[in-house]
């Protein structure tokens, strides 16, 4: 790769593009919930609002140790042994591999997932209802 100074030499722009953020920045969770959890996303907010006015029991970014590696999935429901991941960035190719990484995760070690691809329009509760229904978590009133 080109130093910088051989970067302007060749007339190529030494900007960088983007913001480059540090590796292990901590995003805390702000956002809080209508049961007192606190979240990262408003997509994940929406989210914990409707398992918990429907009753359904959640855990928010459990740690979970996988093959000695730690993670962190949005959702986990313990009464079903479901985990729910919400995915809103699917137009940005990183994290689109990213959540292809943690689909193949899940996979390997049976593990139950499902995965919530919102991309702003209609509604992400129904989105959430139809996909824990095919799970069999029913029972829901209407929202």
Known sequence: MRTPKKRAKAGISTRPRGIK???KLKFEPTIETDSGVKVRSQYEKRCA???FRNQIKFQYEPLMLL???KYRPD????DHNLFLEICG?????YYRDRTEQKRKIYERNSLNAIFIHYNG???IENIIKSELQKYGVIGFPDT
């Not at 959702?75 to 313990?78: E, K, S």
């Not at 960035?89 to 190719?93: G, K, L």
């Open 21 to 23: 953020l540090p590796r």
């Open 49 to 51: 609002d409707f398992l």
């Open 67 to 69: 093959g000695g590696r």
């Open 75 to 78: 959702f986990f429901l313990p």
């Open 89 to 93: 960035y699917n137009h940005m190719p």
């Open 121 to 123: 329009t209609g509604s």
